[in-house]
């Protein structure tokens, strides 16, 4: 069972992988479940036997039966309903209509990045729910934003989903695939260019 302060170390390993179960021509599966302190895990398969099957792809999976529901829903739903998630839905809707990202895609790398958590700061200095570094919050700050320090400012909500959400729209337009501009976000813009 996890500790309240090791959520990010189950979240970290499998970013890439849920990010990547987004992108176009993924035909992934991505399993996950919420444990006892309200922590959402995911990872690509069956990690052991707390873990349900969340999302699958039609074309892997086959179509869905009208009305039936399994215990994928259950994580699905905690995720729009969990007070820490839904908090945040005004905000990720606002991105996402102001910056042209979904905002699905939104919730699911605050999911992974930080668990929800305004105040998660990684071991690198990336700071609030996804995760930016102070450069790379003032690289993609408004002109208003860079008056206020970047580790006091992306501490705020609101203006870390928004320059995530600037940060997202930029690498997508710059690799021109979802699947790569998340890498690039995962793993680093070099390490994708030298990746090829």
Same mark, same amino acid.
């Given at each position: 069972?996890? !500790? &309240?302060?090791?959520?990010? =170390?189950?979240?970290? &390993? ?19 479940? *919420?444990?006892? %302190? ?12 707390? %873990? !349900?099957?969340?999302?699958?792809? /039609? ?17 699905? #739903?905690?995720?729009?309903?969990? &007070? ?24 699911? @790398? @605050?999911? *992974? ?13 990336? @700071?609030? =729910? ?14 208003? /934003?860079?008056?206020? &320090? ?15 959400? +600037?940060?997202?729209?930029?690498? #997508? ?8 501009? =998340? ?5 680093? /813009?070099?390490?994708?260019? +030298?990746?090829?």
């Amino acid at each position: 069972m996890s !500790r &309240p302060g090791s959520r990010l =170390l189950h979240l970290r &390993p499998v970013a890439l992988s849920l990010m990547l179960a987004w992108g176009p021509a993924a035909h992934a599966e991505l399993w996950g479940f *919420v444990d006892a %302190y309200g922590v959402a895990h995911f990872a690509p398969r069956a990690v052991d036997a707390r %873990y !349900r099957l969340v999302h699958a792809d /039609e074309a892997a999976s086959g179509p869905r039966v009208p009305g039936k529901r399994d215990g994928a829903d259950a994580l699905l #739903t905690w995720m729009e309903i969990a &007070p820490e998630a839904k908090a945040l839905v005004p905000w990720v809707r606002e991105a996402a209509r102001t910056h042209g990202v979904d905002a699905e895609l939104l919730t699911a @790398i @605050i999911a *992974v990045e930080s668990g929800f958590r305004r105040d998660a700061v990684s071991p690198r200095g990336a @700071i609030g =729910l996804m995760q930016i570094t102070a450069v790379t919050g003032d690289r993609y700050a408004s002109a208003t /934003e860079r008056r206020q &320090p970047a580790a006091e400012r992306l501490r705020d909500a609101r203006t870390n989903i928004h320059t995530g959400a +600037r940060m997202l729209a930029d690498l #997508t337009r710059r690799y021109g695939r979802i699947d790569l501009a =998340l890498a690039a976000w995962n793993a680093g /813009e070099g390490t994708v260019r +030298r990746a090829g």
